[in-house]
Nanobody, 118 residues
Framework: QVQVVESGGGLVQAGGSLRLSCAAS????????MGWYRQAPGKQRELVAR???????TYASSVKGRFSISRDNTKNTVYLQMDSLKPEDTAVYFC????????????WGQGTQVTVSS
């Protein structure tokens, strides 16, 4: 009984900022990795950023210096601060978490739309 819920998407102009949030809840023993993926129309889903339980972060080269991922382990929540947004960042952003519950599994949120206008 694990749920992953995203929020914070929306429409912004180029150069603007958004802050995405993703909260995991339920019968959670441990969250190993939390990350953000995105999928634009006609493209494959790609990793944007992820952070481990040891706070090791990984970023796609296209977002380095503009996006920042962080997590609050007490709230089982991961954030993605998105600054200097570009139209190329337009996509549906999905939260993913590797969670130990009754067993270790991968859980996905429903996605949140981010649209950046030029």
């Amino acid at each position: 009984q694990v749920q992953v819920v995203e929020s914070g998407g929306g429409l912004v102009q180029a150069g603007g900022s958004l802050r995405l949030s993703c909260a995991a809840s339920g019968s959670i023993v441990r969250i190993y990795v939390m990350g953000w993926y995105r999928q634009a129309p006609g493209k494959q889903r790609e990793l944007v950023a992820r952070v481990t339980d040891n706070n090791i972060t990984t970023y796609a080269s296209s977002v380095k210096g503009r996006f920042s991922i962080s997590r609050d382990n007490t709230k089982n929540t991961v954030y993605l601060q998105m600054d200097s947004l570009k139209p190329e960042d337009t996509a549906v952003y999905f939260c993913n978490a590797e969670i130990l519950s009754a067993y270790r599994g991968s859980y996905w949120g429903q996605g949140t739309q981010v649209t950046v206008s030029s």
